[in-house]
């Protein structure tokens, strides 16, 4: 679910990049605004962040004692990407293993897809592994329609891993 946020930052503006028209100091700020914003990722509240949209309001600055540098308080508006227990989305498998499937959404690369919660689906291992029912097979590069069981924030690697099934109305490979 895409998510449209409002978040206060503080940029840090380097000595040299400042000068005295205010012009090239708002680009520098929404330079290094962009840059800090995209090195971030994500956070387990917001989930990844996806794009800046408008610069709301740029606070006073103020100067480092030990570097000269200049903080700059900033409030931008963003929209960020986070799945939730019990959505409904879509996914692309890029996976397909015998002990179930991996499928990407958006951002998020981990999420797992067991046999268990893919009812009437049997494995067909070989060359190109498959899942496979009486109407329709989950193989690589097939989208998948899904409702999430669970998500997992992991602080170290600043990503998220999401567990899904297929046990529902409406779900499965779309054609």
Request: charged fraction near 25%; hydrophobic fraction near 45%.
């Amino acid at each position: 679910m895409f998510l449209k946020v409002k978040l206060p930052w503080n940029v840090i503006i380097p000595a040299e990049n400042l000068d005295a028209k205010g012009l090239m100091l708002q680009r520098a700020i929404i330079i290094r605004l962009l840059g800090d914003f995209a090195a971030r990722k994500a956070t387990k509240d917001l989930g990844y962040y996806h794009a800046v949209t408008t610069l709301d309001s740029i606070g006073e600055g103020r100067v480092r004692q030990q570097t000269g540098d200049v903080i700059f308080p900033v409030v931008f508006s963003a929209i960020t990407f986070k799945l939730y227990k019990g959505e409904i989305s879509e996914g692309v498998v890029h996976k397909v293993l015998k002990h179930g499937v991996l499928l990407k959404c958006g951002p998020i690369e981990n999420i797992f897809l067991a046999p268990r919660k893919m009812p009437g689906y049997c494995y067909e291992g070989g060359e190109s592994p498959v899942f496979r029912d009486k109407l329709s097979k989950i193989e690589k590069d097939v989208v998948v329609r899904f409702i999430v069981i669970g998500t997992m924030w992991l602080e170290a690697d600043r990503e998220f891993q999401a567990l899904v099934s297929l046990e529902g109305d409406y779900l499965g490979p779309i054609s």
